[in-house]
C-alpha cells in the first residue's frame, strides 16, 4: 500500500524559507506524479506543485512559480518542496499527493485526480 508521510512544516516570518519533504514508500514511483497541494481555513484544496517522477518535468502554480522548487530524491525516495520568500498568504496544511500517471488525458492540476494523500503539514507564515 502506497504511504505517503509530509515533515518540514512550522512557523515562519515572512521572507523566510521552508522545506517540506514527503516520504513515499509501498511503491516504485517510477511512472507516478507527484504533487504538493494546500488548503487554507475555509478555502478549497489547492495545486502547488508536481514532479513527474521518472522525467523530472516540474509544473507549479503561477502564485508560487519562482519561490518554490519541486525535487524528487530518488535514492531516498522523497519528494521535496523548497520554498523560499514565503508570504502569508501561503500559511496552509500542505499536503503531498500521489497518482501512477495513466494513459489519455489526465489534469493533474486537480487533487481528484491523485488517488493517494499524505496526512498534511502546517505550515504558517507570519507578518
Known amino acids: 500500500q502506497v504511504q505517503l508521510v509530509e515533515s518540514g512544516g512550522g512557523l515562519v516570518q515572512a521572507g523566510g524559507s521552508l522545506r517540506l519533504s514527503c516520504a513515499a514508500s509501498?511503491?516504485?514511483?517510477?511512472?507516478?506524479?507527484m504533487g504538493w497541494f494546500r488548503q487554507a481555513p475555509r478555502k478549497e484544496r489547492e495545486f502547488v506543485a508536481n514532479?513527474?517522477?521518472?522525467?523530472?518535468?516540474?509544473y507549479y502554480a503561477n502564485s508560487v512559480k519562482g519561490r518554490f522548487t519541486i525535487s524528487r530524491d530518488n535514492a531516498k525516495n522523497t519528494v521535496d518542496l523548497q520554498m523560499n520568500t514565503l508570504k502569508p498568504e501561503d500559511t496552509a496544511v500542505y499536503y503531498c499527493?500521489?497518482?501512477?500517471?495513466?494513459?489519455?488525458?489526465?489534469?493533474?492540476?486537480?487533487?481528484?485526480?491523485?488517488?493517494?494523500w499524505g496526512q498534511g503539514t502546517q505550515v504558517t507564515v507570519s507578518s
Open positions: 499527493a500521489a497518482d501512477p500517471i495513466l494513459p489519455g488525458s489526465v489534469n493533474y492540476y486537480y487533487a481528484s485526480n491523485y488517488d493517494y
Open positions: 509501498g511503491r516504485t514511483f517510477r511512472n507516478y506524479v
Open positions: 514532479i513527474y517522477w521518472s522525467s523530472g518535468s516540474t
